[in-house]
């Protein structure tokens, strides 16, 4: 007989202060922010993710305060203030990359906000690096090594 894992989710809770574009997939994925980086699940396939710093300043303002990818990119573009960079592109790739692991979703307009654990904390990193999404494996191997 196979072994089951029960996973403890992150409780999601709702508040209305402003809408968002994207949410995390409901009932497959899970979130929270740990020192300034994005840890993240999906249920549905048990892998587990990171987000580096920039990648959770992206996400958390997606998730959390609702805001559209233009102002993410405006944010990072008039804080770090490099023209050669692709801050749209940079954005656009890492919401991408969120969407093809089935980790978030596109909400529609009249979808509340979730207010994610552990969001404190979340800003601007010192330092820019391209957000960037990071597949750890599976969370049963990770339980199983005893890592």
Request: net charge negative.
């Amino acid at each position: 007989m196979g072994r089951r894992i029960i996973l403890k989710f992150i409780p999601i809770l709702v508040s209305a202060r402003c809408m968002a574009r994207y949410t995390l997939k409901d009932d497959g994925s899970a979130c929270r922010f740990i020192d300034g980086e994005a840890v993240l699940l999906n249920a549905d396939t048990s892998a587990y993710y990171s987000m580096n710093l920039t990648g959770a300043f992206v996400l958390r303002e997606l998730l959390v305060s609702g805001r559209e990818p233009s102002e993410i990119s405006r944010t990072l573009r008039e804080r770090f203030g490099d023209a050669s960079q692709d801050w749209d592109g940079d954005v656009s790739r890492a919401i991408s990359q969120l969407e093809e692991e089935g980790l978030i979703v596109q909400a529609s307009i009249e979808s509340a906000v979730p207010a994610i654990e552990g969001e404190d904390g979340v800003g601007l990193p010192e330092l820019y690096d391209i957000p960037a999404l990071e597949r750890h494996g599976e969370l049963e191997q990770l339980i199983l090594s005893g890592e």
